[in-house]
């Protein structure tokens, strides 16, 4: 079978989405298929909009060769790759990623405010935010959708007028174990984009506070390639990410691929599958935040989920992820 793969980002571009495309795609090669990926490049440098249209004729050639498009996103790839499946009456499948309109109100207004509380608190959209809500919509309504959680399931459906019927979960797979190294200093990860979605201001105001107590703790910041990323997830003491609310992070997933405990915003799906492996945190309350970095601080606390995420047992590889794709694809 021959897939179009089409992502707003792709190695060596940064990002989780970067790398769930590059590990579905090598996951789908493995097991004899064809795979093209389709994204935008140095397209990114055009305005929105007439990059959009660019990737779409961009598409146009893998598109018509294709057996079945996979989108990786619900607005920047997934549009342009919709019209171009269209033109060749090629199937499509959505996996949406995080929420690109809360994202972009996020940056906008500043308002922290938390995904599943979103759609029923939001102020009032601009014209572009309307815009981007309406052509969601317009999509979401036409495709199979992939959430890696029930959590954005149970917010987009009725917002966006989906059938359940529709849609599928298909929860983010974790890569092979690597070997975690003990840590030489409490130092704290919170590397990632510094966009509001991140809550880095409430972030390093807590940690603050809690360093004031504890000054032993350090925090680490930054946008690192994965492979040095890895590094320094195996050589750190903990992954900080008490984001607005963080749908289903790889930066976790990778994490605990190392043997490192985290703490996570409390409205993440992580809270109810990732319990017993780390520690979880009201986003909006500096002195939670604060509480819960202290905690993991301490040895004692530490130690325990260090041996709990030695006892994990095995998840879900891209192997099995891809054959969930795979079986999907009977079905469209």
Not at 193 to 221: G, H, Q, V, Y
Request: aromatic content about 12%.
């Amino acid at each position: 079978m021959r897939f179009l793969i089409a992502t707003g980002i792709y190695p060596p571009e940064i990002g989780g989405p970067a790398y769930y495309a590059k590990n579905l795609a090598d996951a789908l090669r493995v097991k004899g298929h064809e795979v093209e990926i389709g994204t935008f490049g140095p397209l990114k440098s055009l305005p929105t909009g007439i990059r959009h249209a660019a990737l779409f004729f961009k598409l146009i050639p893998a598109a018509a060769s294709c057996d079945i498009v996979i989108a990786l996103d619900t607005f920047s790839a997934a549009l342009p790759a919709y019209f171009a499946a269209k033109i060749f009456r090629r199937p499509i499948i959505v996996r949406t990623g995080g929420d690109f309109l809360w994202e972009q109100y996020l940056e906008r207004t500043g308002d922290p405010m938390p995904l599943p509380f979103f759609y029923e608190k939001h102020l009032p959209f601009t014209q572009k935010e309307r815009i981007y809500f309406l052509l969601t919509r317009f999509l979401l309504q036409r495709v199979p959708i992939v959430f890696s959680t029930n959590m954005q399931k149970n917010v987009w459906l009725p917002v966006y007028g989906i059938s359940e019927e529709k849609t599928h979960v298909i929860p983010n797979a974790i890569a092979e174990r690597l070997e975690g190294v003990a840590p030489e200093r409490k130092n704290f990860l919170a590397y990632g984009r510094d966009i509001k979605m991140r809550n880095k201001a409430k972030l390093r105001e807590a940690f603050a506070i809690a360093k004031s107590k504890n000054p032993e703790i350090t925090l680490e910041e930054g946008k690192l390639p994965q492979h040095v990323l890895l590094e320094r997830i195996r050589h750190g003491y903990c992954l900080l990410s008490p984001s607005l609310t963080d749908v289903s992070p790889n930066y976790i997933l990778d994490g605990l691929r190392c043997g490192k405990p985290f703490i996570l915003d409390k409205y993440s799906e992580y809270a109810d599958t990732f319990s017993d492996f780390g520690l979880f945190v009201d986003p909006l309350d500096v002195e939670d935040i604060a509480d819960k970095i202290l905690q993991m601080a301490d040895e004692k606390t530490y130690t325990h989920f260090i041996d709990k995420i030695k006892r994990m047992p095995p998840k879900r590889t891209y192997a099995e992820l891809a054959d969930d794709f795979l079986a999907l694809t009977k079905s469209v």
